[in-house]
């Protein structure tokens, strides 16, 4: 018997693999083997018996018409110990190949949202690993990190999941720390009534490092948006800041009124007038005391409104 076969259904069952796989994979994997040898004849296959586990290498001779005239047996001296060898290592790569697949789609189910982790040190400079939850990795490749900030080896962070890949040793998983949704992740984790949905982050404008500026809703009139971002003597906002590495955050409140959403976008800047020139270009005129000028052009607040059209 050159396969235990007996312990071999045993496992399969046990990690839940495909039966018909394993046993193709053996055979597949023991035909590359026999190649190797010299004297190897091109119309083998490899045929495992399902019940013993015997192997054995058939060569069929064919005529002009590709009829089989002949069939003979070439398995080499050795197989039984290279089929044992071959089960055990296929058995490995597929239970492997499951692992991944189901990490894949675990992972995959949490693309868009945030996820702690834990900074390594890593090979690449321009990369940096962190590890996830069961010894999995995701990195952060370098125009998803925030300019400036600091990731030390062992330093716990909060990043966005923007992609799941599979890759050739598992899943692939790209983290940000400049991505929007962070923000937006960060406000649901400290405000239940954003996780609910009963106040909403309409918009997020963010320059990663520096400032992000957030609009919201609220769909509850006795809630207050605003008060439900900053919380209780601002710990909500705070928190979010400090996970942020002290980027400030401003938070306006949405309006569908064009105008008067430019307005509350330019805040802390008193704005006079806004006259909406064209709205399918999103074009507007806004008019500023001289001294509030420098204030309301330092805010980016085009890509905040740009992001609710």
């Known amino acids: 018997m050159d396969i235990d076969i007996k312990t071999l259904k045993q496992l399969v069952k046990e990690k839940e693999l495909s039966w018909e796989k394993v046993v193709l994979a053996i055979e597949e994997s023991l035909m590359a083997a026999y190649k190797k040898n010299p004297g190897s004849h091109e119309n083998a296959k490899v045929i495992m018996d399902k019940k013993t586990g015997h192997v054995e290498v058939i060569v069929q001779e064919l005529d002009e018409s590709g009829n089989i005239v ?9 197989f039984a110990r290279v089929a044992a060898a071959t089960a055990k290592q296929v058995l490995f790569l597929k239970m492997r190949d499951v692992k991944d697949d189901q990490v894949f789609k675990d992972y995959l189910r949490k693309e868009n949202t945030i996820i702690s982790g834990v900074v ?65 992740g960060l406000f649901e984790l400290e405000a239940p009534e954003v996780q609910q949905g009963v106040v909403e982050i309409v918009a997020v ?23 439900t971002c900053i919380g209780p003597m601002g710990q909500r906002v705070r928190n979010v800041m400090n996970e942020l590495g ?10 569908l009124d064009p105008a008067t959403f430019i307005a509350n976008a330019l805040s802390p800047a008193k704005v006079s007038q806004v006259t909406v020139t064209d709205l399918e270009s999103r074009s507007a005129q806004v008019l500023v005391p001289d001294f509030q000028l420098s204030l309301a052009i330092g805010y980016h607040y085009y890509s905040l409104t740009e992001k609710t059209q």
């Open 246 to 255: 002290g980027e400030k955050i401003d938070i306006v409140d949405f309006s």
């Open 70 to 78: 002949k069939e003979f047996d070439d398995t080499p001296a050795d």
């Open 120 to 184: 390594q040190q890593g090979k690449d400079p321009n990369l940096i690993d962190v590890k996830l939850a069961d010894g999995i990795e995701g990195f952060i490749p370098a125009q998803e990190q925030v300019p400036g900030e600091n990731y030390q080896h062992g330093t716990r962070i909060k990043c966005f999941i923007v992609s799941v890949r599979k890759g050739n040793k598992g899943p692939q998983i790209t983290l940000s720390r400049t991505h929007p949704g962070l923000v937006k």
């Open 205 to 227: 404008a963010r320059e990663s490092g520096h400032r992000t500026k957030i609009a919201v809703l609220s769909h509850d009139p006795q809630i207050s948006p605003k008060g």
